[in-house]
C-alpha cells in the first residue's frame, strides 16, 4: 500500500508564499504522476497542479505563474511552491499519486493539508 504523508501548510498573508511537499512511500510503479489538488469549503475538488515521472507539468489556469510544481524522483516526493497567494487559494490541499500495477490503474491520496490565505 502506497502511503502519501503532505507537510507545509499554514497560514499566511495575501501575497506571501508557502511551499508544500508530499513524500511518497512503498512499492511505487514508473511511469507515474504526481499532482495536486485542492478543496475550498463547498467547492469540489479540483485539480492544481500534475508531474509526471518525466517531469512533463500541468497547471490550472488561475495558478499559472504563480506556482510551480515539482519532484525528486529519487526520494518519492512532489513539491509545490505557491507564490503571490491569493484568498481564493485557501482551500485543503491534497497530494496524489497516480500508477500502473501491469494493467490495474491506481491512484492514492494524502491526508490534506490546509492552506489558509487571509487578505
Known amino acids: 500500500q502506497v502511503q502519501l504523508v503532505e507537510s507545509g501548510g499554514g497560514s499566511v498573508q495575501a501575497g506571501g508564499s508557502l511551499r508544500l511537499s508530499c513524500a511518497a512511500s512503498?512499492?511505487?510503479?514508473?511511469?507515474?504522476?504526481m499532482g495536486w489538488f485542492r478543496q475550498a469549503p463547498g467547492k469540489q475538488r479540483e485539480l492544481v497542479a500534475v508531474?509526471?515521472?518525466?517531469?512533463?507539468?500541468n497547471y490550472e489556469d488561475s495558478v499559472k505563474g504563480r506556482f510551480t510544481i515539482s519532484r525528486d524522483n529519487a526520494k518519492n516526493t512532489v513539491y509545490l511552491q505557491m507564490n503571490s497567494l491569493k484568498p481564493e487559494d485557501t482551500a485543503v490541499y491534497y497530494c496524489?499519486?497516480?500508477?500502473?500495477?501491469?494493467?490495474?490503474?491506481?491512484?492514492?491520496w494524502g491526508q490534506g493539508t490546509q492552506v489558509t490565505v487571509s487578505s
Open positions: 496524489e499519486l497516480h500508477d500502473h500495477d501491469g494493467m490495474r490503474q491506481r491512484s492514492y
Open positions: 512503498g512499492v511505487i510503479f514508473r511511469p507515474n504522476t
Open positions: 508531474i509526471t515521472s518525466s517531469s512533463n507539468t
